[in-house]
């Protein structure tokens, strides 16, 4: 029980098992140590491809890996991604807000919110408080050719091709990052006395024995679920969607604009995601079977295509139906087993939460990679704990755009604001909410997912209204003036940077053609 | 806005230009861009820098002339103040291009900015005599086309030290003796710890295609930056 931690084997290929390979070999790959990373990989089961938007997270990830951001731009059909837009979730009467990645202007000593309720009337929450809005409005990039590989003069995070970013992923691990890539199918796994995975029988490839194994083989969950029987929870009294329609769509011609974000269109009982990149449009109905019917969900989504990209589009649209039962394994580590992406559990893709998911618990694992058996069990523990508290405040973050939606118009609105429906620790902060704005003491964790900007902007996007507390010096004359030469500095911020960044086209056109340097 | 039209002795036999450096406001700039081919004579006059291409990124390297926008510490009284001209300055108002003709030979094309206000039609030299470019126009070539030659250089050079990390961001702030400070931003130097961690293959290659030297070049620029202080205080007494 006391050995050393020395060989990790990923089992799964795909941009979960890619990813958290890099993420760990980076960390401690080196030719003067014995830690040895093998990743297991079927030749003959397809990736899902899940999750075509990252956090912005996703830059330091790459960086730390030691890929050129161009060479990324150039490889997997990458776009800027500066938040999300919504569309008809307030009202459903054509109305819009955004989540933009930047917080609020002056968000680390000021809290501007208090002070917008005096203009909410004139001036959208983002748009009054984010130099980011125009550059989002115009489809224009968050940087411009001369910012160096991963810096920026707004925040950003990416849309991608999953297929070509696992394929970079590979090519950079196993050339750079010593990652030895098997191509084989397991057929066995073999376990120690203490119960712990021993080795991994393959078909062509013998045994591969290891310390800590990570379960990125997806849905089927080899390892945590299918070996350890560890279950999933369930999260459908939250979260309702359980069904998906993708498809791809064409631009119209090659100099088409590339959104600057994830656009998100509430539909009957569900919503449509939009995402750009510069080869294709990624288009898809994320609904729940339970209100809706598939035929309706494919008819609302060829209507959104039709839209947006004309009827032949709409015409020549394959659609891919996935199902999924939302929810998250009781423990993510068991034993000497990680899952890590859609083994450790899956829930609708609103807020991109998947690869960011990946990403931190790949982080966890390498800087926490526990230096022998012993202490395995607590590192485990803590990581569960952890990752429990993760996703629930997902599913609290994702669930809050529906509880503030005022849609009455079908069931599947109607029903997602009930009061079961709604957890408990959602509901005890939109209480307090009603009478103070969210601000950094509402966080827990230093490195809590979702920061009081991000509620902040749902909140005020979506037409939330909070009583302020008239005794607050907060909001006494003074401060006010402050705020209101804040918003101007705002708004001149913002009208130079529309003035002075490319589109994204334009950008990406330039990062093809002469790169991005690195200083 | 420059205006670039391909020269020609039926469009330009009357024209002239002002070849007097320092003398029209087209001078008075607070750098120009260079090539590791005349760092030689650059260094011996001016600080050499590097700078990013606002429409491409790339980096190029540039002669520094002040220390703001607009700022040409070199020239007085209309006329400039130093051993060498860069051939950037010199050139002016032309541009060389090159064109591919049907049998496959490149042919140089000289183009004549006609906003720039070294041109005129009554003073300076004339380009053309009989519809034979004069000598003057003869000079204008052959640097043009050693410019052109230095260009081409200068992309192999740029790769080679930023493949290597050779450069590196820099602020410099003086204070001159009135008190004022200025700062210099969004310039790039080479990085020496670097080029001393460069290992024997690189060295022997970069010596190999002529990029050696020039580094060092830049490098032993920087003390012009003291002379270009004692110009500035002179000027703010």
């Given at each position: 029980m006391n050995h050393s931690i020395n060989r990790v084997v990923v089992v799964g290929g795909g941009t979960a098992g890619w990813l958290s390979a890099g993420i760990i070999a980076a960390e401690h790959y080196s030719s003067q140590n014995d830690f040895e990373l093998y990743l297991i990989e079927s030749p003959d089961i397809p990736t899902i491809g899940v999750g075509e938007g990252t956090w912005p997270s996703m830059r330091s990830t790459l960086k730390k890996m030691g890929i050129s951001e161009t060479d990324f731009f150039r490889e997997c059909s990458a776009s800027f991604k500066q938040g999300t837009q919504f569309y008809n979730w307030t009202y459903g009467k054509g109305e819009t807000y955004s989540h933009p990645f930047t917080a609020p202007h002056h968000f680390n000593d000021k809290n501007l919110a208090p002070h917008w309720q005096t203009i909410r009337e004139e001036t959208p929450f983002a748009d009054a408080v984010c130099p980011q809005m125009p550059l989002i409005n115009n489809q224009?990039?968050?940087?411009?050719?001369?910012?160096?590989?991963?810096?920026?003069?707004v925040n950003y995070g990416y849309h991608l091709d999953a297929g070509k970013f696992a394929e970079l992923l590979r090519k950079h691990c196993v050339k750079q990052l010593g990652v030895k890539h098997i191509s084989a199918n397991m057929t066995a796994i073999n376990s120690t006395e203490e119960g712990d995975i021993q080795s991994i029988e393959t078909d062509s490839s013998g045994t591969i024995e290891g310390d800590l194994f990570i379960d990125?083989?997806?849905?089927?969950?080899?390892?945590?679920?299918?070996?350890?029987?560890?279950p999933t929870l369930s999260k459908k009294k939250y979260l309702f969607n359980d069904s998906a329609l993708a498809a791809q769509v064409a631009y119209e011609t090659a100099e088409d604009p590339i959104q600057s974000c994830t656009l998100s269109t509430a539909q009957s009982a569900g919503w449509i995601w939009d995402i750009g990149l510069p080869t294709r449009r990624g288009i898809g109905h994320v609904y729940s079977s339970q209100y809706n019917s598939e035929e309706n969900a494919r008819a609302e989504l060829l209507a959104y295509i039709k839209d947006t990209a004309g009827e032949k589009a709409a015409e020549k649209a394959s659609i891919r139906k996935i199902t999924f039962d939302p929810g998250h394994r009781?423990?993510?580590?068991h034993k000497n087993c990680v899952a890590i992406g859609m083994s450790a559990g899956f829930i609708e893709p609103l807020e991109a939460s998947a690869l960011v998911l990946v990403e931190l618990s790949a982080a966890m694992v390498a800087e926490q990679l526990p230096a022998n058996r012993k202490i395995m069990d607590i590192v485990a523990k803590r990581f569960n704990e952890k990752f429990s508290y993760r996703w629930n405040r997902i599913i609290d973050f994702i669930k809050l755009h529906y509880i503030l939606?005022?849609?009455?118009?079908?069931a599947y609105w109607v029903d997602n604001c009930r009061a079961d429906s709604v957890p408990e620790s959602l509901q005890e902060l939109i209480d307090i909410w009603h009478y103070q704005v969210p601000w950094h003491?509402?966080?827990?964790?230093?490195?809590?997912?979702?920061?009081?900007a991000s509620f902040q902007y749902v909140l005020y996007g979506m037409d939330f209204k909070t009583q302020m507390n008239p005794m607050s010096k907060r909001t006494d004359r003074q401060a006010g003036m402050q705020a209101q030469a804040m918003f101007v500095e705002n708004s001149k911020i913002a009208q130079r940077l529309a003035a002075s960044m490319p589109t994204n086209r334009e950008l990406i056109n330039k990062i093809y053609k002469y790169g991005l340097q690195k200083i | 806005m420059s205006n670039y039209v391909v020269l020609s002795p039926e469009t330009h036999h009357d024209t002239r230009v002002l070849?007097?450096?320092?003398?029209?406001?087209?001078?008075?700039?607070q750098f120009t861009m260079t090539h590791p081919l005349e760092f030689r004579n650059i260094q011996a006059c001016y600080p050499i820098f590097f700078s990013k291409s606002r429409d491409t990124g790339e980096f190029f390297p540039l002669a520094l002339f002040g220390f703001e926008q607009g700022e040409n510490l070199f020239i007085d009284q209309f006329q400039w103040h130093a051993s060498y001209i860069p051939m950037m300055i010199e050139r002016q108002p032309f541009l060389i291009g090159y064109q591919k003709t049907a049998d496959d030979t490149t042919n140089p094309v000289v183009s004549i900015d006609t906003n720039s206000p070294k041109v005129s039609d009554s003073e300076g030299q004339l380009l053309f005599e009989a519809n034979q470019p004069t000598d003057y126009m003869k000079g204008i070539m052959s640097k043009l086309e050693a410019l052109h030659h230095g260009h081409e250089h200068n992309k192999g050079f740029i790769s080679a030290i930023t493949e290597n990390d050779l450069l590196e961001p820099f602020t410099l702030e003086i204070t001159l003796n009135n008190g004022t400070t200025n700062q210099l931003m969004g310039f790039y130097t080479i990085n020496e710890h670097r080029l001393l961690e460069l290992g024997g293959d690189t060295l022997s290659e970069f010596n190999q295609k002529g990029y050696l030297q020039p580094i060092y070049m830049a490098v032993a620029s920087y003390a012009r930056i003291k002379d270009l202080i004692d110009k500035k205080n002179a000027l703010s007494k």
């Open positions: 224009l990039a968050p940087k411009d050719i001369t910012t160096p590989e991963y810096a920026f003069n990125c083989s997806g849905t089927r969950a080899l390892l945590i679920g299918e070996h350890f029987k560890i009781e423990k993510f580590w939606s005022k849609r009455a118009d079908t003491r509402d966080c827990y964790h230093i490195d809590e997912m979702f920061p009081s | 070849t007097e450096p320092g003398k029209t406001q087209a001078d008075v700039v």
